[in-house]
């Protein structure tokens, strides 16, 4: 009987040695002549996914399995190593190859290191965000213009340092058919068929259609900070301003409820805020990707991290436990979480036990939660597990709770219920005060509507709004209304009282300033008891008028959040400190991070762990040559740097100065400010200062560019504006 031709394919089956060896030849070969456009024919397709197989089944392979081919090639990401894990991890071993010759000059009489020049390619890569092509090709220029020196040839060698780093992340399955979690992608797993509803599967096939996420564990990620960089230092230094008693909310953790947590009181346990955004197609997902980070919590919770404290010795080892306490995120991702009905069902509201109301709007329905002056009941955590009980023994959800959560897992120190939070960007800023605008700018024939004409005014006045350098954003007129970003809206509600002064109608108006003034005192960085139970009752007044003015089916479930938003800042701070801003910016420096369509999640993860390397290598202090330092501070700069910088007694002062003799007018108001003799009327003058983290321009500067950082308020009253930047005996 003949052989069966390629049997090594089928399942259980191992490739031959000689097979394997004779397809790596044929792939190094071809890897030699650089071909990498992609379009490779399917024989070397059928070599690749062969090898892969090869290094799955034997082993004399270490590791556990590897992406397929056709997700990724050997240099994206490698599944997560069998002897790695968080409290075993070092620096040195990632890059062991790399540190061993890191010392050595370049080339012969040059006076830059082997890791001086990875660095810097690093983060010349990272800075304008370098596909590896890009890098391979930037190598072979060096490689030409140089003597010969010791930078690889080509970007396999140069990415080799991160690939240990990569290795942490771990690929877990789904189940196709009911997608429930099935586990994590291993060599000693042996499973293949899942526990729920009975169906096999291969790991494989699973991989190659898609049916798994990547897991970066947190507690990797956190030790490598708390070990190569100043984080715990700074954190000391940050809780250190809120260990006295104060009775205003300052931040987080002037909160309520973060001091009732008796862990914290310890200085070396940490507390995290997270944030979930994005929903599966099918819901049931998005408890699988909460699985294996809820249990990684559960055990850095009760056993916390080992990490070497190097500043006060090689052998001082520290353990810190990791409190979950508080999550926000968008109302569909928020009830996805904690497995309740969402916001346009009954019970849809997760803070109270509100039904809300049925209501024709258009040519549909919508829920609304009317506010007749009284909140409904709280929820609280053991109502809701009672209820969820009852919906798995009865299969029907009870006041809005369909079954259990998986972070339910995490209590006592995160409750599910007050660990949310309703968040600032997304109810207010893209909820309320856009459905609001909305109805001014596109309405008609209404008490609320705006006319053309006033509608020209409006944008006549966004055109001439100058804003400071914290303002990242220039508000576009209403024409672009519909593509306005959560950080616009925000221009816009803070500004709104004087944009919209005698062009809204007043009663409006007015109704419109207790929204502003509410919201205004929760995002306070000092905000009294006194001050919470201010925007408490304008957030009321505001609520229980919205149906007199903008009709009942406008009461809309944003507009209800606004009623915990007063408890929120009494348990966990000011509303900006629990935003998901920070991690909208961070998410939008992912999406940056990839080149392509093919296989982005490993592209993202590549590029993530080398920009992790890079904050690494420089904080080790490894880098000793001035000039390399300076051109990677330059390439970690979010902006251009200023060449010309003078610190005078913390004061940073920007730009050539400018020497002249002062005017009399000058003379006299410096006078009258000081009181004392001018030593000499000869000063330096400047445009442009940094002071406490703040940017002030003069006013004639400020004039030829869109922000205008030389108003200054000096208190509720009172606001002077910068004509002169003026150093005066050694004095700002």
């Known amino acids: 009987m003949s052989k069966k ?36 024919s399917a024989g070397s397709d059928v070599s690749c996914e062969e090898s892969e197989l090869y290094k799955m089944q034997n082993e004399t392979i270490s590791g556990e399995s590897s992406f397929n081919s056709t997700l990724s090639d050997k240099s994206e990401l490698d599944t997560e190593n069998e002897n790695s894990s968080e409290n075993s991890f070092s620096i040195k071993d990632d890059f062991q190859e790399l540190i061993e010759n890191a010392n050595k000059p370049l080339y012969e009489l040059a006076n830059v290191t082997n890791l001086e020049a990875f660095v810097s390619i690093l983060a010349y890569s990272i800075k304008f965000n370098l596909s590896k092509t890009c ?32 290795n942490v992340c771990e690929l877990h399955l789904y189940c196709p058919h009911c997608d429930s979690y099935i586990c994590k992608l291993c060599r000693e797993n042996d499973l293949n068929e899942c526990e729920t509803c009975s169906e096999s599967f291969i790991s494989d096939e699973l991989v190659k259609k898609g049916n798994f996420f990547i897991y970066m564990p947190f507690s990797y990620q956190l030790k490598m900070k708390l070990e190569n960089e100043d984080l715990f230092n700074n954190i000391l230094t940050y809780k250190s301003k809120f260990q006295s008693n104060c009775d205003t909310y300052r931040d987080t953790m002037d909160g309520d409820l973060y001091r009732s947590i008796d862990g914290l009181r310890d200085s070396s346990n940490l507390s995290i805020h997270f944030n979930v955004d994005g929903i599966p197609l099918y819901r049931k997902i998005m408890s699988d990707f909460l699985i294996p980070f809820v249990e990684e919590l559960k055990k850095l919770q009760k056993e916390g991290i080992k990490w070497k404290d190097i500043k006060h010795g090689k052998d001082s080892v520290k353990t810190t436990k990791v409190f979950t306490l508080t999550c926000s995120s968008d109302a569909p991702a928020r009830c996805a979480m904690q497995n309740f009905k969402q916001f346009n069902g009954k019970f849809g509201c997760g803070f109270c036990e509100q039904e809300g109301l049925r209501v024709a709007k258009g040519k549909g329905h919508c829920r609304i939660y009317p506010f007749n002056g009284q909140v409904a009941a709280k929820r609280t955590f053991e109502n809701c597990v009672r209820n969820a009980e009852e919906a798995l023994a009865t299969d029907k959800s009870v006041k809005g709770v369909k079954g259990t959560s998986v972070l339910m897992n995490l209590y006592p120190n995160f409750n599910m219920v007050d660990g949310f939070i309703p968040d600032y960007m997304h109810c207010v800023l893209l909820g309320v005060t856009r459905q609001l605008v909305c109805l001014f700018v596109e309405s008609s024939g209404s008490l609320y509507s705006l006319r053309a004409k006033d509608i020209r005014r409006l944008d006549i006045r966004i055109r001439d709004l100058k804003l400071p350098h914290e303002a990242t954003r220039k508000l576009r007129t209403t024409k672009d209304i519909s593509f306005w ?11 709104s009282p004087v944009l919209l002064k005698n062009i809204l109608n007043h009663i409006v108006y007015k109704h419109w300033l207790l929204f502003v003034n509410g919201i205004t005192l929760l995002l306070g960085t000092n905000i009294s008891r006194d001050d919470i139970a201010k925007a408490e009752d304008c957030l009321k007044r505001f609520v229980s008028s919205v149906k007199d003015i903008y009709g009942i089916a406008e009461q809309s479930y944003n507009i209800h959040l606004l009623l915990h938003l007063s408890a929120t800042v009494k348990a966990w701070g000011p509303l900006w400190a629990n935003s998901c801003f920070v991690f909208e910016d961070a998410l939008g420096k992912l999406k940056t991070l990839h080149h392509g369509t093919k296989a982005v999640p490993m592209q993202i993860t590549s590029a993530y762990t080398s920009k992790s390397l890079l904050g690494v290598l420089v904080s080790k202090q490894e880098i000793r040559n001035h000039q390399i330092l300076k051109f990677i501070e330059e390439m970690q700069a979010k902006h251009a740097v200023t060449k010309k910088v003078t610190n005078i007694n913390g004061c940073m002062l920007y730009g050539k100065p400018t020497y002249r ?61 910068i004509h002169r930047i003026i150093v005066l005996n050694g004095e700002v």
């Open 485 to 495: 970003k959560a950080s616009e809206w925000r221009i816009f509600l803070l500004t």
């Open 5 to 40: 031709y390629k049997k090594y394919l089928w399942k259980d089956e191992t490739i031959p040695i000689r097979t394997f060896s004779r397809y790596r030849t044929d792939v190094l070969c071809t890897d030699s002549k650089g071909t990498e456009n992609g379009m490779q």
């Open 661 to 721: 003799n002062l005017l009399r007018t000058e003379e006299k108001a410096i006078l009258k400010l000081l009181g004392d003799q001018l030593i000499s009327t000869r000063v330096q003058f400047y445009n442009r200062m940094c002071y406490s983290g703040h940017i002030f321009s003069c006013k004639d500067y400020c004039s030829k560019f869109i922000h205008a950082d030389y108003a200054v308020s000096l208190s509720s009253r009172n606001c002077v504006e």
């Open 135 to 166: 890098v391979d090709g930037l190598l072979k220029l060096l490689k030409n213009l140089l003597p010969p020196c010791n930078l690889p040839e080509t970007k396999y060698p140069f990415y080799q340092g991160t690939s240990t780093i990569s």
